[in-house]
């Protein structure tokens, strides 16, 4: 509560600045989160860099910003006060960042970082008496976010949007250091047992960066750093689901503010289109080829925002899919392989498959998955594809590629069982994809993994109902963030 000049005590509004990582699958949970949280009586300055604010404007073809849909028809009739900002990421627009990613992880690193103070005080200072800004919520992956809120005065959330096993990985990486598992890549199999709250969790399946031994790559830099950062966050609020992670949750909440609100979608429905903006690319529509499928016969795959797939396992994931007979939509990035090679797939795949496949650029990943055709998703293991295909009761087919998706595999596979791994070796083979996609789609396994990725969904379901573990979660975290406000 603020001192007004006679001394009066006022209630100044909540003001949070909210800036999301640059990448598709931080931008999607941030937005929902910062419309959330605007819906629960926050003003929210959301800045995005210019770079993503470009290509979400040109995707939609509009040149508008995230929200400007919300702002014209807020849910129930009331305005939510969401600002919008941009700011530049340290390089031109046209830089392609897919193909050189330690270029752009480096310049996240240096640039953006300097110039995210000069950012956060122009903000700060154009706030009014009654919206001076309070808080700042920023992605757990920046290297600032506390030092920048302990500079201005503000109160600092990190947000974290993978699973909390990665998130306690990281945050115990001296442990790991201290017992030889960090960097052990292919050198030592015996399991992790000493992390607080993780029973037991096999080197192979910890993060890349956690393999690798490479610490002075940038992104080992961006995530030791970060890490150390967020050790001086007010909260944590994280994109899972207490019921979910239940162990590993309760011992980091041991340790902090940890608060699991998952899964974070658009308040007036997982599939609802028209309130925000938040695809990097144009979306092709896939409805109504799937329309004329029959129901739970159609494979989805896709792996991803950014995540590359070597092309030898490119090329054979494309002849397994031949071989499976099975139909299906695959979402095919210009950059799966590389930049340099936007056509990467085998000579003749496209027309031997044609009367039974849908090859798209981009999609509305949520609006497939929800569609009664879909059986089954052959998934890179990003988190957000998960928390989705779980929320529409779709079993999964793991290829985990890069960073946290290993960790996120064994959450899918050993531990909750509602997913197979694709192939059984390192390298893939359309052997082993065809049969994979065989057991997946159809037969006794096929039909126990739905039955068991019913009852995650409900308890996603259940955890964002008035009285779940997410609903209740997310409003204590805004009452305590208010009181610590006020
Ligand atoms: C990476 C990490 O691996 C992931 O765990 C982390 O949470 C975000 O960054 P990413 O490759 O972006 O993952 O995958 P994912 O987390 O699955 O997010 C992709 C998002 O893009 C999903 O929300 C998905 O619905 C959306 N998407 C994907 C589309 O809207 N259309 C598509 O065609 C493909």
Redesign the pocket.
């Known amino acids: 509560m603020a001192e007004t000049q006679d001394g009066r005590r006022r209630h100044r509004k909540p003001h949070a600045i909210f800036i999301p990582y640059p ?4 931008v ?2 941030s937005v929902h989160l910062a419309v959330k949280l605007a819906s629960h009586g926050f003003t929210v300055t959301f800045v995005n860099t210019h770079y993503i604010h470009h290509k979400i404007s040109t995707a939609t073809g509009s040149g508008a910003d995230v929200f400007s849909k919300l702002r014209e028809s807020s849910p129930g009739g009331e305005s939510l006060d969401i600002r919008y900002a941009t700011v530049s990421d340290g390089l031109p627009l046209g830089f392609d960042r897919s193909l050189n990613h330690d270029q752009f992880m480096a310049s996240l690193l240096h640039v953006f970082s300097a110039h995210v103070e000069e950012l956060v005080a122009g903000i700060v200072a154009s706030g009014g008496e009654d919206e001076e800004v309070s808080c700042l919520i920023a992605d757990t992956f920046f290297v600032w976010p506390a030092k920048v809120a302990k500079k201005f005065g503000l109160v600092c959330v990190s947000f974290w ?2 699973p909390a096993l990665v998130y306690t990985l990281y945050h115990h990486v001296h442990l790991l250091r201290q017992n030889g598992h960090f960097g052990c890549q292919d050198r030592r199999e015996d399991a992790i047992e000493y992390i607080p709250g993780v029973a037991s969790i096999e080197p192979k399946d910890t993060t890349s960066y956690l393999q690798e031994a490479n610490e002075t790559s940038v992104c080992h830099q961006i995530i030791f750093t970060a890490f150390q950062d967020a050790r001086g966050a007010d909260f944590v609020v994280a ?1 899972t689901v207490q019921e979910l992670e239940a162990e590993t949750i309760s011992a980091l909440q041991a340790q902090m503010s940890y608060y699991a609100i998952g899964p974070i979608f658009p308040p007036a429905g997982f599939t609802n289109k028209s309130a925000v903006r ?2 990097l ?1 144009s ?1 092709s529509d896939c409805s109504h080829w799937l329309d004329t499928r029959k129901p739970g016969s159609v494979l989805y795959v ?6 590359h797939v070597e092309k030898p396992d490119l090329v054979e994931i494309a002849r397994g899919l031949a071989l499976s007979g099975v139909s299906f939509v695959w ?1 095919l990035r210009d950059d799966i392989v590389s930049s340099d090679d936007p056509n990467p797939l085998p000579v003749g795949f496209r027309e031997e498959v044609s009367d039974r496949s849908m090859i ?1 650029g ?5 609006e ?2 929800a569609h009664r055709a879909i059986g089954g998703f052959l ?8 928390l ?1 295909a779980a929320w529409c009761g779709v079993p999964l087919l793991c290829f985990p590629l ?4 290993f960790t ?1 595999r064994k959450l899918v596979v050993d531990d909750w069982k509602v997913g197979i791994n694709l192939i059984d070796c390192k390298a893939a083979r359309k052997e082993d994809v065809a049969r994979n996609i065989g057991r997946l789609m159809g037969g006794d396994l096929g039909d126990e993994l739905r039955k068991r990725v019913k009852e995650v969904k409900k308890t996603l379901a259940s955890a964002l109902e008035s009285n779940g573990s997410s609903a209740r979660n997310f409003g204590q975290f805004v009452e305590e963030l208010k009181n610590k406000i006020q």
Do not use: M, R
């Open positions: 990448l598709q699958g931080h999607i949970p949007t993978e994109n938040t695809s690319w979306e896709s792996f991803g925002s950014y995540a979402v798209v981009w999609c509305s990943q949520k497939v998955l998934t890179h293991c990003g988190w957000n594809s998960i989705e890069y960073t946290d998706q996120n």
